[in-house]
């Protein structure tokens, strides 16, 4: 459950990330978001950014339906 919850919060971080590293992160510090931020508006490739970013919601939404799942299993959401 633990890490189902860090992987929904990492994908919260890209404000930190593109702040810290002064809007360009090295590939050490690349995240899913920034990928997608620097292929669409960096590249200028918006169609490539925009299906990273596509798909970067249809795994985070398969992540929180397991994150639903472990709650409903221990009682926790009604």
Known sequence: MLTTLSVIWD??????VFVMRNGHPEAEFQLLTTYSYDRAFVV????????????TVLLLLGVVAVY???????????
């Open 11 to 16: 994908m919260g971080v890209f404000p930190q």
């Open 44 to 55: 200028n490739d918006y169609g490539q950014g925009s299906a990273i970013a596509l798909i």
């Open 68 to 78: 639903m799942r472990q709650m409903l299993k221990i009682g926790e959401v009604e």
